[in-house]
Nanobody, 126 residues
Framework: QVQLVESGGGLVQAGGSLRLSCAAS????????MAWFRQAPGKEREFVAA?????????YYADSVKERFTIFRDNNKNTLYLQLNSLKPEDTAVYYC??????????????????WGQGTQVTVSS
């Protein structure tokens, strides 16, 4: 069983920055592929960024966040991070951390991930 706890969300003005954290616990959690998704009101959950532990730390980003967001991981702390820079009002959403043990290329699909955190709210004002 894996548990994920997000933190770091908040209210920020457009152009500002936030750093989200996802603390992971459970057996062999350092071997899991992990990702960030987000969900805005009235919209489906969408892929933001992924860290493929099975791919030796390869990272992937949604086009909408490339060059603004950075995903990174500290395996010593079993923590996944998402650095959000140059935030826009359209980045407003609940951000979720997800984890999956089995390897795969469909890192962008929410259906792939078995474990989810409770989410942390990010609100960007214009």
């Amino acid at each position: 069983q894996v548990q994920l706890v997000e933190s770091g969300g908040g209210l920020v003005q457009a152009g500002g920055s936030l750093r989200l954290s996802c603390a992971a616990s459970g057996q062999n959690v350092n071997l899991y592929d992990m990702a960030w998704f987000r969900q805005a009101p009235g919209k489906e959950r969408e892929f933001v960024a992924a860290w493929q532990q099975s791919g030796f730390g390869r990272t992937y980003y949604a086009d909408s966040v490339k060059e603004r967001f950075t995903i990174f991981r500290d395996n010593n702390k079993n923590t996944l991070y998402l650095q959000l820079n140059s935030l826009k009002p359209e980045d407003t959403a609940v951000y979720y951390c997800a984890a999956e043990f089995s390897s795969g290329n469909n890192y962008y699909s929410a259906k792939r991930y078995d474990y989810w955190g409770q989410g942390t709210q990010v609100t960007v004002s214009s």
